[in-house]
């Protein structure tokens, strides 16, 4: 009896004087705060720090987990979502440009944003926008962190899963990011597709409009 009531001491207050069933009690009790205390942190930074971001004259703030995405100011929300990740001096990148335009001008529901990988100078990207004559947010970060390459990490980690290749795991995840690859999340701004390499506009079409019907 006396066994089952020191068990039990793990979930309720010791019954018996035991020291070990009282210790073992605080114990766990201790452990259930600190979780409680990491969740409540997690939660904190997830939804109040985030990455930063400027335009040439805002500021905004992406709160991701790679699988939901969340905007700041409440007035960036659209239905859907379209990351592209890219390099301004990188010349694959580039041949996505005029596609992007397209979709911008397509999708009235569809926010695109171009992520740069890395901050540039104002004048740069000034010179950037105008001579491409982007229609759509580009966004350069304003912090130390690397969204760009936390988000191709986690993209390259699911692709593994998929592929059932987790003994290249490790490697995967050191390797700097391969740009440009981008990121569609639907209504809901849940991930619906990722894509990396040569994408054709036409593929890019097909997808926003399964998104966008999607529950």
Known sequence: MKKFFAKTALILPPIFKGKKSYR???????????????????????????????TLDENYT????????????????KDMILLFCFNADDAFSLEY???LKNLHN??????????LDKP????????????YELP???FN???KKRLVQDLYKKMQEQIAKIKIQDSNLESIQSSEAKLPFLLLYDRKHRLYQHYQGAVVQEMLMFDIAQAGIKE
């Open 24 to 54: 073992a009690w605080v114990i766990q009790r201790r452990l259930i705060a600190i979780l409680i205390i990491f969740f409540i942190v997690g939660l904190y930074v997830f939804f109040h720090l985030g990455y930063r971001f400027k």
């Open 62 to 77: 992406i709160h991701t987990d790679y699988f939901n995405i969340k905007l700041k100011p409440a007035s960036l929300k």
């Open 97 to 99: 440009i005029q596609s």
């Open 106 to 115: 397509d999708y009235e529901d569809l926010q695109i944003i171009a992520l």
């Open 120 to 131: 540039i100078n104002k004048a740069k990207l000034q010179n950037f926008i105008d001579k």
């Open 136 to 138: 759509f947010l580009v």
């Open 141 to 143: 970060p304003d912090d």
